[in-house]
């Protein structure tokens, strides 16, 4: 059996207090359970640390070799423990971020700056990502995911969720005319995923129900990517709400076939 940190806070208790009655009241235990773990210290060692008289403790030579590597192993716990208290109030180290070059751009660079003003000791590593990785292989503290989660024994924790939109660049519909019906999506380039095939339901109603699956005339695999194209005039895309706010309020991109657009929004985690 191994010896255990409270024989070793025993031990060092009584030769510091100098009786074991003092020793169990500075550790705030019992007389009878600092006795006993002086016990089981001395069997395990196979020796005698200290003699006992009626009117003293005296440490044997061995106890007194012991004695140093004994105060050594309980400074360095207490050292190991303050720095985890050190780094719960100042967070330090590397922190690892994965998420999809969207949400990364548009949604966690903006922060960057004002989370390193706050945690001066983080050393910051951002990765893109477009499709599910091995987040242990990567070492990934934190990965920021978009849509329903896979089933996983990761810990996921929901932080908000964005609405997504059919939407357009003014330049394109001047040139191709504005779709006023779902249908007439058809006769318009569409922009969309290359995968998943999920992210080409389009939240429109119509006949068809509340999701219309688009048929995409140029595919994509990263959602930044369809958001360039849409600005550049080449066509119609869906897009979440996270990465186009901004576009929309300054009339870059505006919205196609609002009053058939199902409230649809992308859970973020």
């Known amino acids: ?134 987040l242990l292989a990567r070492r990934t503290d934190i990965a920021i995911r978009i849509g329903a989660l896979r089933d996983s024994t990761l810990h996921a924790r929901p932080l908000a969720s964005s609405r997504i939109r059919v939407l357009a660049s003014p330049a394109y519909l001047a040139a191709a005319g504005r779709p006023t019906t779902v249908a007439a999506l058809a006769r318009h380039t569409l922009l969309g995923f290359t995968q998943p095939e999920s992210l080409n339901h389009w939240p429109l109603r119509g006949a068809h129900g509340d999701e219309w699956a688009a048929t995409p005339t140029i595919t994509a695999s990263s959602g930044e990517t369809l958001r360039r194209l849409a600005l550049a005039g080449a066509g119609i895309a869906c897009l979440s709400d996270f990465m186009t706010a901004g576009d929309r309020q300054a009339g870059d991109l505006v919205q196609v076939l609002a009053r058939d657009t199902v409230d649809v929004r992308q859970p973020v985690h």
């Not at 020793?23 to 060692?45: C, D, I, P, Y």
């Not at 994965?98 to 903006?110: E, K, Q, W």
Request: aromatic share 4%.
């Open 1 to 134: 059996m191994k010896t255990t940190l409270d024989e070793l806070q025993a031990f060092t208790a009584v030769v510091d207090t100098g009786s074991i009655s003092a020793a169990a009241e500075q550790l705030g235990q019992t007389v009878s359970g600092v006795s006993r773990a002086l016990g089981r210290l001395e069997r395990k060692l196979a020796t005698t640390l200290l003699r006992r008289t009626t009117r003293r403790i005296a440490l044997t030579e061995e106890g007194h070799a012991f004695l140093a590597r004994a105060r050594a192993i309980l400074l360095s716990v207490d050292e190991a423990e303050e720095l985890m208290a050190a780094r719960r109030q100042q967070p330090a180290g590397r922190l690892r971020v994965n998420a999809a070059t969207p949400f990364m751009l548009h949604a966690i660079a903006p922060l960057a700056a004002d989370f390193r003003a706050a945690y001066p000791q983080i050393a910051l590593e951002l990765d893109t990502d477009e499709m599910n990785i091995d």
